[in-house]
């Protein structure tokens, strides 16, 4: 399932939510390829990319489950992605967005998880973990072009801008 590719950026930001639960469906390679992809293309620090994705499933994804502080956001995705090495926090932040913002347009939902224990993450995943990402389809499918921008805007969770933007005198 494939969101249209005309939507445009502010739509896919407004309408796009984390999601915990997932459906038991598989995310298909070429889906995968494309949110990894994502990642390589996100901007970094004088263009070093200081990073590696680190695909984490199995006996491994159960282990690393153990480690964040949601396990059940690990054990029931279909794709778990570790940003992995010496990426500043700036740079891995604009990575994993770039992963689920590209998974939304695929209609794949995705969640960033806390790690609670980043001893046990670096041991599973082979180095720093900056971020863990969840990604699968959605129990319940969202219609994003149901709704204008403005709109899902409105319905966010979030401080309106007015509390957030101020300009100095």
């Known amino acids: 399932m494939r969101h249209d590719p005309a939507v ?29 992809d994502a990642g390589r293309l996100a901007g970094s620090s004088k263009n070093k990319q200081r990073w590696e994705f680190v695909v ?3 006996a491994e994804k159960k282990r690393l489950a153990e480690a ?35 998974a939304w347009g695929e209609g794949v939902v995705s969640c960033p998880n806390g790690v609670r224990d ?30 204008s921008a403005e709109e899902w805007s409105a319905r966010a969770n979030r401080k309106p801008l007015d509390e957030l933007v101020r300009e100095p005198d």
């Not at 407004?14 to 990894?36: G, N």
């Not at 956001?73 to 992963?99: K, T, Y």
């Open 8 to 36: 445009d950026p502010y739509l896919a930001i407004a309408s796009k939510r984390d999601e915990r639960a997932y459906a038991d469906t598989p995310i298909a390679a070429e889906v995968r390829r494309r949110i990894l």
């Open 56 to 58: 984490v499933s199995g």
């Open 68 to 102: 964040v502080y949601a396990p059940e956001n690990l054990l029931g995705a279909a794709l778990v992605v570790a940003i992995v090495g010496e990426a500043s926090s700036f740079d891995a932040g604009r990575c994993a967005q770039n992963m689920m913002l590209a």
């Open 118 to 147: 980043p001893d046990t993450a670096a041991a599973i995943c082979g180095g720093e973990v900056r971020a863990i990402l969840s990604f699968g389809h959605p129990v319940r499918p969202r219609d994003v072009a149901g709704r």
